[in-house]
């Protein structure tokens, strides 16, 4: 985790800890590219402009084919935003923060991958340096 001092309200000193940038850049580049991706499916190089965006973008002769269509393509575009949102915030998602009056941290429990990918966006919870009483670090995958 990377470490950085910052001051506080009143000059009181904190200590924020981030999660590596490597990893939300990895992360952000890759759902840019599955959304982009996807956009060529559908894709004929002999069609005309009409049948490609057609059969790429949104699909017009049809309600069914239309809404799947429609959905398709705000999966996409959510992949493509939050990866640009994941490469324009890599340095500003905090795990963890100290300062003179205890710690902070993200409590990230065991839950399915939809829930645990959604962690991040959980508070940070505070705990008082009286209270910690033994730490240990426990190795896991």
């Given at each position: 985790?990377?470490r950085?001092?910052s001051?506080?309200?009143g000059?009181?000193?904190?200590?924020?800890?981030?999660?590596?940038?490597?990893?939300?850049?990895i992360?952000?580049?890759?759902?840019?590219i599955?959304?982009?991706?996807?956009?060529?499916?559908?894709y004929?190089?002999n069609?005309?402009?009409?049948?490609?965006?057609?059969a790429?973008?949104?699909?017009?002769?049809?309600?069914?084919?239309?809404?799947?269509?429609?959905?398709?393509?705000?999966?996409?575009?959510a992949f493509?935003?939050?990866?640009?949102?994941?490469?324009?915030?890599?340095?500003?998602?905090?795990?963890?923060?100290?300062?003179?009056?205890?710690?902070?941290f993200?409590?990230?429990e065991?839950k399915t991958?939809s829930?645990?990918a959604?962690a991040e966006?959980?508070p940070?919870?505070?705990?008082?340096?009286?209270?910690?009483?033994?730490?240990?670090?426990?190795?896991?995958?």
């Amino acid at each position: 985790m990377k470490r950085r001092k910052s001051v506080a309200k009143g000059s009181q000193i904190c200590i924020n800890y981030y999660l590596p940038n490597w990893r939300s850049i990895i992360i952000g580049i890759v759902l840019i590219i599955m959304g982009g991706s996807t956009f060529f499916i559908g894709y004929v190089p002999n069609d005309s402009f009409k049948e490609n965006f057609s059969a790429m973008i949104l699909y017009f002769k049809d309600v069914f084919r239309f809404l799947i269509s429609l959905f398709m393509l705000l999966l996409r575009l959510a992949f493509i935003i939050e990866g640009f949102l994941l490469l324009s915030s890599n340095e500003k998602i905090i795990r963890a923060r100290t300062d003179k009056k205890g710690l902070y941290f993200k409590r990230i429990e065991k839950k399915t991958g939809s829930t645990w990918a959604l962690a991040e966006l959980d508070p940070l919870v505070f705990v008082p340096y009286i209270q910690i009483v033994n730490i240990r670090i426990i190795e896991s995958n």
